[in-house]
């Protein structure tokens, strides 16, 4: 059996109070070996009122807590009987075994709260260089990378468009090298 991520699903408001209750059953009912980590993503923001800003957490999906878990008989039991528990996402109801989260949305959840590091893109272009764009609106388009944004991975390339220099924010993979 392999660990995987869940959305749980509670009663909105309660989602740290159903993060603490489970990790008392958790370690109570000496499941630690099949579940790992309860987390409710949230994300820090600032927050401007009266002309003073202060930081917030804000909880980026409201009602709902990820846990970290093998699907077992005993360790769904112990998650969907937590008080504030009001079931798992992706199950089809009366006690089916729900689906978990693909490793792509829990890499992005946990880079958006700035738990994981972002892989390193190794990207092979330079500025000045031209490029010719591969898809979307501006497919086979050429242009000249003006600036690389490695923490959004886009770039921005003038394309020429009606005898104009024209801005154009793109992807790493939507261009070629010439």
Known sequence: MEKNWYVVHTYSGY???????????????????????????????????????KQVSRKVFPGYVLVEMVMTDDSWYVVRNTPGVTGFVGSAG???????LLPE?????????????????????????????????????????EEIQLDKRKLKVHVNMFGRETPVELEFTQIEKI
């Open 94 to 100: 009366a006690g089916s075994k729900p689906t978990p």
């Open 15 to 53: 989602e740290n109070k159903v993060k603490t209750n489970l990790e008392k059953r958790v370690e109570s009912m000496d499941m630690t070996d099949k579940i790992f980590r309860v987390m409710v993503p949230v994300e820090e923001e600032t927050e401007v009122k009266n002309g003073k800003s």
């Open 105 to 145: 949305e829990v890499d992005a959840i946990l880079r958006q709260m700035g738990m994981q590091e972002e892989r390193q893109v190794e990207i092979d272009f330079q500025l000045k260089e031209s490029v010719k764009v591969k898809e979307g609106p501006f497919a086979n388009f050429i242009g000249t990378i």
